[in-house]
């Protein structure tokens, strides 16, 4: 079993829906989580971190984190044809000495105008 | 500012041959990483430097791989005789400091083993 599960299954939805993506981990040792965004032929952008469970927004984005139920997940609203792109979650447990990140296989999302 | 910049963008390298990947982090960040990102897949840890210092080499799929980081700037992953395994794309990021949770990353190398 991989330390971090996210469904790789590809996401259409038409232009203003709320698309909503999740993740799963195991190892409990996990403090930061985050989501990325990679678009096609670039490296992962940070899209959203959070510290330990809670939720935390920006602007059309949501990042929740329940640590209890070793659940994430990400809230695009209002989404827009620019949000098209891959989301990655990714963890890390940097009091262990090292903050090397553990990702999901990602989530193609495209949205349709 | 500079972002992480990687060279070369692409490399097409003959099962055998030898493969040198560049990697040129946030001018003052102190911490670099190698991943590598399969094809739909995400990206999977390969090592982790704080400055000059590889203190995780845990992901080097084997010892065909090699990373250094001489003087703490640039950082370079060796990939001796490849194989159509090694395949990917490389992907560097660093941060500025040692647990510093946010870790930007370059455009990667995507690699082609024939």
């Known amino acids: 079993q991989k330390e971090v599960e996210q469904d790789p299954g590809p996401l259409s939805v038409p232009e203003g829906a709320i698309v909503s993506l999740n993740c799963t981990y195991s190892n409990s040792a996990f403090q930061y989580f985050m989501w990325y965004r990679q678009y096609s032929r670039k490296g992962p952008e940070l899209l959203m971190y959070t510290y330990s469970s809670g939720n935390k927004e920006d602007g059309r984005f949501t990042a929740q984190v329940d640590k209890s139920s070793k659940y994430i997940s990400l809230f695009i609203r209002d989404s827009q044809p620019s949000d098209s792109a891959t989301y990655l979650c990714?963890?890390?447990?940097?009091?262990?000495?090292?903050?090397?990140?553990?990702f999901g296989k990602g989530n193609q999302v495209v949205v349709i105008p | 500012g500079a972002g992480v910049s990687q060279s070369p963008r692409y490399k097409v390298a003959k099962r055998g041959q030898d493969v040198a990947l560049r990697c040129d982090p946030i001018?003052?960040?102190?911490?670099l990483f190698w991943y590598q990102q399969a094809l739909g897949q995400g990206p999977e840890f390969l090592t982790y430097?704080?400055?000059?210092?590889?203190?995780?080499k845990s992901g080097l799929p084997s010892d065909r791989f090699f990373a250094e980081r001489p003087e703490g700037s640039v950082s370079t992953l060796k990939i001796q005789r490849t194989q159509q395994e090694d395949s990917a794309v490389y992907l560097c990021?660093?941060?500025?400091?040692?647990?510093?949770?946010?870790?930007?990353f370059g455009p990667g190398t995507r690699l082609l083993v024939l």
């Open positions: 990021a660093s941060s500025l400091f040692r647990h510093q949770e946010t870790q930007y």
């Open positions: 990714a963890m890390s447990a940097p009091q262990n000495g090292n903050n090397r990140l553990a």
């Open positions: 001018s003052g960040h102190v911490s």
């Open positions: 430097f704080q400055n000059e210092a590889q203190l995780d």
